[in-house]
């Protein structure tokens, strides 16, 4: 009885994510160097992402202007707003790329990206029809790839 009880005990804990990879294990010197590297890279990555949260809110000033250039009917006012939205979505995907750091994030920043460039831009027809399967490509990787994984 005992041992079926350490077995599920045991099961149960390898059943948790880890917080740190395998070679975080390592004792001695080396893994309190290795401990602390992790730590501080974690730290960068956690002062960067309020830096970029940070010159998102210092932006918004922007817009104001933005919508009383749209208002009053001025040339590419609407793609300029249109410019400004999307690069305010990418950088709070940006952060959620840094924080989160998984496969699907990334493929969500890359979508962004490309769609921003393809409405933003003015392109020729192949250009476009490229861009185009590019973005197809990005959501079949994302459907296909990525949601088997989690199936698994």
């Not at 041992?3 to 917080?19: C, G, L, Q, V």
């Not at 010159?55 to 918004?60: K, Q, R, V």
């Amino acid at each position: 009885m005992e041992n079926n009880d350490e077995r599920i005990e045991s099961n149960t804990a390898e059943d948790k994510p880890r917080f740190s990879p395998v070679f975080f294990e390592v004792g001695g010197v080396i893994g309190k160097i290795e401990r602390a590297i992790h730590w501080a890279t974690s730290v960068i990555m956690l002062l960067l992402s309020v830096l970029v949260l940070a010159g998102i809110a210092i932006s918004t000033v922007r817009v104001p202007g933005l919508f009383r250039n749209l208002l009053s009917a001025k040339e590419n006012s609407l793609l300029s707003l249109l410019e400004f939205a999307a690069e305010i979505i990418m950088a709070v995907e940006l952060i959620h790329v840094i924080i989160a750091q998984n496969m699907e994030s990334v493929i969500e920043i890359l979508m962004i990206a490309f769609t921003r460039e393809l409405v933003i831009k003015q392109w020729n027809m192949w250009e476009l029809l490229i861009g185009v399967a590019i973005v197809g490509g990005l959501f079949a990787i994302r459907k296909y790839l990525v949601s088997q994984k989690r199936k698994i």
